[in-house]
């Protein structure tokens, strides 16, 4: 999209030596012959621009029955519109959307998404306008070509990078080719950078790295992610990326051990009947410098890795189970991402296995769909908007009247990214938060319990349950109180894990909201600009935080022992407060200073710290009644008349109350405590949950 950078052949570069970037069966644009043709004018109606026969062999290696008239046409209307316009390495402007075209076409992209390629700096530098485009090419192609046209500095200034940033990750919510085609257009920008001056590459390897390339990797564009990554290791760290340049080019004068790898993973498929083509795929710059530095010394086989591929999913599984039978495996490095795949729609089995010698190597089994998928991500996807029973897109896959059309591809990190930048009007705020969200390379999806919002939502790791309060009930979650994870109570700072269920639980007061110190438990910038916002609203909230809720009385002793009988006669029996032991529950007693009997549960602590004393257990069993005395404690929202439907739920089951005490409600919440007599400990279960089901009380638990 830079009018401003230079082509290797002509200029100053950023020139990356080894076989990094010089991919196999990759053709490199010669942007001095684009430059000759483009200049020869225009060509037969009938007859493809020579400029384009690249772009038209790539795409025909892909799609064989393409209509290429669309991307005469587009060229023709590209070239003519640029011309005139030079490069700063004197080279026509033109072999830039050239360059970008191919790089897509070589990925597999269908005919839309080369066409707007060609035209997507014509809006931005020509006198060309989004109606002409999509008068002549509809307006699929013009929607993507206004997705990835830049905001104008004069009308923005500084906020006019992040804001293009905004308009482009909105364009990708609803069509997520408009990031396919910026993603390959910084790659050309970043090919030719040479011809900038320092401080501005690196300035624009910054924003590659914090923006662009975790980008790629979320819509699973490897084979652009891993170029992007080298050219920014080169101009970011010079002297890291001189040593792994001279690491790979020290290695390739050593006998590689891996096509004697592969030549025996062949043979053992070949016996095996399961058709197979495995390759050396060598690692690129990057991948090379971070194993260096995860093991030190490199062996032969760290400078690469095995591919596998095979027709079926059943044929990764058949292959892994040969290679771990014939090789020794390494089980550490087994990972199954066909089963449970990455959320950038990767797939693929990890294993490694080692030879006689000693020699190990990591292999790598998909099919070839899934390569497809894992080098070109949602490019290989094609045209979402494509009908299934058609087999072709629709008359006008525009945005609809409202402006607004979803991506029926769009991830759940987009769609997230989505609803946080509304709430984030300031450019500074929005920047920072988009590096903060983009920098978590990894996520976890968990399951929402209660009925309510989605099923599942995906959260960055080590999310907490503010994160999954803020997912699943917006700017609800203001009243979050706690959750249950698992269904156990706990903390909203909890961090959860991969397949948690989660419920968030909310106060009933509308007028609640966040503390301060739930900043330092939001990973995600959904929640932390909603908490930030609603503190910065309401500055006499911030009061100081109550004191620790005293702890409850925990008396040794309660008077009478109920219907437990101690094997000591005449010595007084009382039912520990530690743990309030019912029958049946299994007990244990011990003798007390004063003579007198103490019966505890047999797991309670007490018990286990009596026995280290050396403490001898006195027998003591159940009479055949059936009463019981129990305290228990109800853990509820503060609402009006709620002690009064409480001690009625009680009443209804029968129990006796014998002593209550209610807490003074801290953060909304109210904790109960009650002593009851219950006829039968039989009925200590339906008690509970009878209290369980009064609104307002998430919690009840014996003491």
Same mark, same amino acid.
């Given at each position: 999209?830079?009018?401003?950078?230079?082509?290797?052949?002509?200029?100053?570069?950023?020139?990356?030596?080894?076989?990094?970037?010089?991919?196999?069966?990759?053709?490199?644009?010669?942007?001095?012959?684009?430059?000759?043709?483009?200049?020869?004018?225009?060509?037969?109606?009938?007859?493809?621009?020579?400029?384009?026969?690249?772009?038209?062999?790539?795409?025909?290696?892909?799609?064989?029955?393409?209509?290429?008239?669309?991307?005469?046409?587009?060229?023709?209307?590209?070239?003519?519109?640029?011309?005139?316009?030079?490069?700063?390495?004197?080279?026509?402007?033109?072999?830039?959307?050239?360059?970008? @075209?191919?790089?897509?076409?070589?990925?597999?992209?269908?005919?839309?998404?080369?066409?707007?390629?060609?035209?997507?700096?014509?809006?931005?530098?020509?006198?060309?306008?989004?109606?002409?485009?999509?008068?002549?090419?509809?307006?699929?192609?013009?929607?993507?070509?206004?997705?990835?046209?830049?905001?104008?500095?004069?009308? =923005?200034?500084?906020?006019?990078?992040?804001?293009?940033?905004?308009?482009?990750?909105?364009?990708?919510?609803?069509?997520?080719?408009?990031?396919?085609?910026?993603?390959?257009?910084?790659?050309?920008?970043?090919? @030719?950078?040479?011809?900038?001056?320092?401080?501005?590459?690196?300035?624009?390897?910054?924003?590659?790295?914090?923006?662009?390339?975790?980008?790629?990797?979320?819509?699973?564009?490897?084979?652009?992610?891993?170029?992007?990554?080298?050219?920014?290791?080169?101009?970011?760290?010079?002297?890291?990326?001189?040593?792994?340049?001279?690491?790979?080019?020290?290695?390739?004068?050593?006998?590689?051990?891996?096509?004697?790898?592969?030549?025996?993973?062949?043979?053992?498929?070949?016996?095996?009947?399961?058709?197979?083509?495995?390759?050396?795929?060598?690692?690129?710059?990057?991948?090379?410098?971070?194993?260096?530095?995860?093991?030190?010394?490199?062996?032969?086989?760290?400078?690469?890795?095995?591919?596998?591929?095979?027709?079926?999913?059943?044929?990764?599984?058949?292959?892994?189970?040969?290679?771990?039978?014939?090789?020794?495996?390494?089980?550490?490095?087994?990972?199954?991402?066909?089963?449970?795949?990455?959320?950038?729609? =990767?797939?693929?089995?990890?294993?490694?296995?080692?030879?006689?010698?000693?020699?190990?190597?990591?292999?790598?089994?998909?099919?070839?769909?899934?390569?497809?998928?894992?080098?070109?991500?949602?490019?290989?996807?094609?045209?979402?908007?494509?009908?299934?029973?058609?087999?072709?897109?629709?008359?006008?896959?525009?945005?609809?009247?409202?402006?607004?059309?979803?991506?029926?591809?769009?991830?759940?990190?987009?769609?997230?990214?989505?609803?946080?930048?509304?709430?984030?009007?300031?450019?500074?705020?929005?920047? @920072?938060?988009?590096?903060?969200?983009?920098?978590?390379?990894?996520?976890?999806?968990?399951?929402?319990?209660?009925?309510?919002?989605?099923?599942?939502?995906?959260?960055?790791?080590?999310?907490?349950?503010?994160?999954?309060? =803020?997912?699943?009930?917006?700017?609800?979650?203001?009243?979050?109180?706690?959750?249950?994870?698992?269904?156990?109570?706990?903390?909203?700072?909890?961090?959860?894990?991969?397949?948690?269920?989660?419920?968030?639980?909310?106060?009933?007061?509308?007028?609640?909201?966040?503390?301060?110190?739930?900043?330092?438990?939001?990973?995600?910038?959904?929640?932390?600009?909603?908490?930030?916002?609603?503190?910065?609203?309401?500055?006499?909230?911030?009061?100081?935080?109550?004191?620790?809720?005293?702890?409850?009385?925990?008396?040794?002793?309660?008077?009478?022992?109920?219907?437990?009988?101690?094997?000591?006669?005449?010595?007084?029996?009382?039912?520990?407060?530690?743990?309030?032991?019912?029958?049946?529950?299994?007990?244990?007693?011990?003798?007390?200073?004063?003579?007198?009997?103490?019966?505890?549960?047999?797991?309670?602590?007490?018990?286990?710290?009596?026995?280290?004393?050396?403490?001898?257990?006195?027998?003591?069993?159940?009479?055949?009644?059936?009463?019981?005395?129990?305290?228990?404690?109800?853990?509820?929202?503060?609402?009006?008349?709620?002690?009064?439907?409480?001690?009625?739920?009680?009443?209804?089951?029968?129990?006796?109350?014998?002593?209550?005490?209610?807490?003074?409600?801290?953060?909304?919440?109210?904790?109960?405590?009650?002593?009851?007599?219950?006829?039968?400990?039989?009925?200590?279960?339906?008690?509970?949950?009878?209290?369980?089901?009064?609104?307002?009380?998430?919690?009840?638990?014996?003491?």
């Amino acid at each position: 999209m830079s009018a401003e950078a230079t082509n290797p052949e002509t200029g100053p570069e950023l020139r990356l030596t080894g076989p990094v970037l010089r991919r196999r069966g990759r053709t490199r644009l010669d942007l001095r012959r684009l430059g000759r043709a483009a200049m020869a004018g225009t060509t037969a109606r009938d007859r493809l621009p020579d400029a384009i026969g690249h772009v038209a062999e790539a795409h025909r290696a892909h799609h064989p029955d393409a209509d290429l008239s669309v991307l005469r046409r587009a060229y023709l209307l590209a070239e003519t519109s640029h011309r005139g316009q030079m490069r700063k390495s004197g080279e026509p402007y033109i072999t830039h959307p050239l360059a970008v @075209t191919l790089i897509l076409a070589e990925l597999g992209a269908e005919t839309t998404t080369l066409t707007a390629s060609l035209l997507h700096d014509t809006v931005e530098d020509t006198e060309v306008t989004l109606d002409q485009v999509r008068a002549e090419f509809g307006t699929e192609v013009g929607f993507i070509v206004d997705g990835v046209t830049k905001l104008e500095k004069v009308d =923005y200034g500084a906020a006019a990078e992040p804001e293009t940033f905004r308009k482009m990750l909105v364009a990708t919510g609803n069509d997520v080719r408009v990031m396919s085609i910026k993603l390959a257009d910084r790659l050309h920008n970043m090919r @030719t950078l040479g011809v900038m001056r320092p401080e501005k590459q690196a300035r624009i390897a910054k924003v590659t790295r914090d923006v662009l390339i975790p980008l790629a990797e979320r819509l699973g564009v490897q084979a652009l992610k891993t170029e992007l990554e080298d050219l920014v290791f080169a101009i970011l760290h010079p002297t890291e990326y001189e040593s792994t340049r001279a690491l790979i080019a020290s290695h390739a004068g050593e006998r590689d051990p891996l096509p004697a790898i592969a030549d025996s993973v062949r043979a053992v498929l070949r016996e095996s009947g399961i058709p197979a083509r495995v390759q050396v795929r060598p690692r690129h710059f990057v991948s090379v410098h971070r194993v260096s530095r995860k093991r030190g010394e490199l062996r032969g086989t760290d400078f690469g890795r095995l591919l596998v591929l095979v027709a079926e999913d059943a044929d990764c599984y058949g292959v892994l189970g040969e290679l771990h039978t014939c090789f020794t495996p390494v089980i550490s490095e087994f990972k199954d991402f066909i089963a449970a795949p990455k959320f950038n729609l =990767y797939q693929s089995l990890h294993t490694a296995v080692a030879t006689p010698d000693g020699a190990v190597a990591e292999v790598l089994i998909r099919t070839h769909r899934m390569h497809r998928v894992a080098e070109a991500g949602v490019v290989a996807l094609g045209n979402p908007y494509v009908t299934e029973a058609a087999g072709r897109a629709p008359a006008d896959t525009g945005p609809t009247p409202g402006g607004e059309r979803a991506d029926p591809t769009r991830p759940g990190w987009l769609s997230r990214l989505l609803d946080w930048q509304q709430a984030t009007p300031d450019p500074d705020t929005f920047w @920072t938060s988009l590096r903060a969200e983009l920098a978590q390379d990894r996520e976890i999806t968990v399951f929402l319990a209660g009925g309510e919002g989605p099923a599942t939502i995906s959260l960055p790791a080590g999310a907490s349950c503010v994160d999954a309060a =803020y997912a699943a009930h917006g700017e609800d979650a203001h009243r979050c109180v706690g959750a249950r994870v698992n269904g156990r109570i706990a903390a909203l700072g909890t961090r959860l894990s991969d397949g948690d269920t989660v419920q968030p639980l909310l106060a009933q007061d509308t007028g609640s909201g966040p503390a301060p110190g739930w900043l330092d438990h939001a990973r995600t910038p959904a929640a932390r600009i909603a908490i930030s916002g609603w503190l910065r609203n309401h500055p006499d909230a911030h009061l100081p935080e109550p004191a620790p809720r005293p702890p409850l009385p925990n008396t040794s002793m309660r008077s009478g022992g109920g219907n437990a009988v101690a094997e000591l006669p005449g010595a007084p029996v009382r039912l520990a407060g530690c743990c309030t032991p019912v029958p049946p529950d299994k007990v244990a007693a011990f003798v007390v200073r004063g003579g007198a009997v103490t019966v505890h549960r047999t797991r309670c602590p007490a018990a286990e710290r009596m026995r280290s004393l050396g403490r001898t257990p006195v027998a003591v069993h159940w009479r055949d009644t059936a009463d019981c005395m129990v305290t228990l404690i109800a853990e509820s929202f503060g609402r009006p008349h709620l002690l009064a439907d409480l001690t009625e739920a009680m009443s209804r089951e029968g129990a006796s109350i014998i002593s209550a005490t209610v807490e003074p409600p801290t953060e909304q919440r109210v904790r109960h405590t009650y002593t009851v007599q219950l006829p039968d400990s039989a009925g200590l279960a339906a008690l509970m949950r009878a209290m369980r089901e009064v609104p307002g009380v998430y919690d009840v638990s014996r003491v």
